[in-house]
């Protein structure tokens, strides 16, 4: 059912050439149609438990919750999505999808969803429904370390990294690696939010380990969560058509163009071995096109039609 160990694809380019190091791309986002990227990765330990009922967190385009649907769906687990915003939204793909699939929708407005964290409601919310198990937005927390490490072995078998690089949202794919790391393996996030400093601080809580551990790359937001410019637009059709890799708008678009500019700029050790780590996210796409924010030539120079 999963492509696993997903595959390891190198990419060339007159830039890596030039700066001398070595590019690959961990494509976990081929390690299934819908349960892909860093999803099965972060999902593995809840789904462990044999949960029967999952509640969890997300917004209307949520790349979490269009896994976890699909993962519950697959192993026929009862789930409720706490969904940010409005019921007006329910006719977007991503929710359209979970609905079709039997995801029980829950919409809240932005003061409630600011609670998903708060000790109170999550008690409350547990005490309703006592046979579910609560996941937090993004698959945060200690449970969503585990698929780290069996990322990071299929790695080993594959090649001796030097550098591990991944986007980050809530953090915890930045905390598994970093928890799960060895000594002689570096790790760069890049975070897709702006003003994510803070997350340095969580990830090195989450992962047991010191900020030093891991670096944290803040510079590459393009203006916000989800927010897309023309030249992240430009960049993602040109990663495209030269190596037939379809990035995501949210995420691994923003680590892939901050990986290029530090590169050139020469961040990383000569003759190095660099992972970058695909986490998939690809529907995203649909919620750029349904929001308006790509011309019909940017849609068919990303092979979205
Ligand atoms: C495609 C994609 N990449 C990266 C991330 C960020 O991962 P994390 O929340 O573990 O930091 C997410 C969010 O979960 C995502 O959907």
């Known amino acids: 059912m999963f ?36 999803k ?30 699909a993962a519950c769906q697959n192993q ?4 409720t999505a706490i969904v940010r915003g409005e019921a007006s939204q329910q006719h977007n793909a991503t929710l359209t999808a979970l609905h079709n699939i039997g995801a029980n929708l829950h919409f809240v407005d932005r003061q409630t969803y ?42 080993r078998q594959q090649l001796k990294a030097d550098y591990f690089v991944c986007p980050v949202g809530s953090g915890t794919t930045l905390a598994g690696l970093c ?8 790790l760069l996030g890049i975070c897709a939010i702006k003003g994510g400093e803070y997350l340095a601080q969580e990830v090195a809580q989450l992962a047991q380990r010191a900020t030093d551990d891991f670096s944290l790359n803040c ?22 058509q030269q190596h037939n890799v379809l990035l995501d708008p949210v995420y691994t678009s923003k680590a892939m163009y901050a990986v290029y500019q530090l590169i050139a700029q020469g961040h990383f050790t000569k003759q190095s071995n660099i992972v970058f780590i695909h986490t998939g996210g690809l529907q995203g796409w649909q919620g750029m096109i349904e929001r308006q924010l ?9 092979g979205l039609n």
Do not use: M
């Open 3 to 38: 492509n696993l160990p997903s595959p390891l694809q190198q990419i060339n380019s007159p830039l890596l050439k030039q700066s001398a190091v070595n590019l690959w791309l961990k494509r976990d986002d081929l390690i299934h149609s819908q349960i892909s990227g860093n």
């Open 40 to 69: 099965l990765r972060k999902l593995t330990g809840y789904l462990q438990q044999k949960p029967q009922h999952i509640i969890s967190f997300g917004g209307a385009f949520s790349n979490h919750l269009h896994a976890l649907a």
């Open 76 to 79: 026929q687990i009862k789930l």
């Open 114 to 155: 600011k609670l998903r964290n708060n000790a109170d409601y999550l008690a409350q919310l547990q005490a309703n429904n006592p046979k579910a198990t609560i996941i937090p937005e993004g698959g945060y927390g200690h449970l969503g370390l585990h698929g780290l490490a069996t990322l990071l072995n299929e790695v």
């Open 179 to 186: 928890k799960h790391k060895k000594h002689h393996e570096k």
């Open 219 to 240: 510079d590459f937001h393009f203006g916000g969560f989800a927010k897309i410019k023309p030249e992240l637009i430009d960049f993602c059709i040109e990663f495209y």
């Open 294 to 302: 790509l011309s019909n030539l940017q849609i068919n120079a990303l």
